[in-house]
Each structure stands twice: as C-alpha cells, then as structure tokens.
C-alpha cells in the first residue's frame, strides 16, 4: 500500500514493532512522526527511519498527549495524516 502524501505517526517508534512499522511506512512513502519516552533511541531511530519529526514523551501523560497531536509543531504541522500506529501498552 503506497503512503505517498500522507503522514504516519507512531508512538513506540524508537524500537521494535514501532521501529519496524515507521521504516515500512517510510519505504511506502510516508512521512513519517515517531514518538517515544527515550529521547536518545528516538533520536537514532529518527535518522535510520527519516523521520520528518521525533518528540520524546510519555504517552501515558494524557495532557501531554492530546497537545502532541494540537501544538502547532503538531500534525497540524505534518499536513494530512492517514493512521497512526501505538505498539507500546
């Protein structure tokens, strides 16, 4: 499935199934938004995967949450988004 245009936000990028989810949207086309709790593993993943942006925090932190998804560096930001993909618990 081509993601060209679209955007794909994956919170638990860093590693694993994330990781792997973000490399296979980027290969599709997609740019590509990781977030995670580890600010140095989100980093690295960022530039292996080309993400177009990293933000590390703590999904569980509802506020913290809903303002990625509103802050003006948001996905408003990214332009259209198509799914998103949350592997972590």
């Known amino acids: 499935m081509r993601l060209d245009g679209r955007t794909v936000v994956v919170i638990g990028g860093s590693s694993g199934i994330g ?33 177009v942006r990293a ?4 999904a569980t932190d509802f506020d913290r949450l809903r303002s990625f998804f509103a802050e003006p560096r948001g996905l408003r930001w990214c332009g259209r988004w198509r799914w998103s993909w949350r592997p972590s618990g």
């Open 19 to 51: 990781l792997e989810t973000a490399r296979l949207a980027h290969a599709e086309g997609a740019d590509v938004v990781l977030a995670s709790r580890d600010h140095d593993r989100l980093e690295r993943a960022a530039s292996d995967v080309g993400a």
């Open 55 to 58: 933000d590390a925090f703590d």
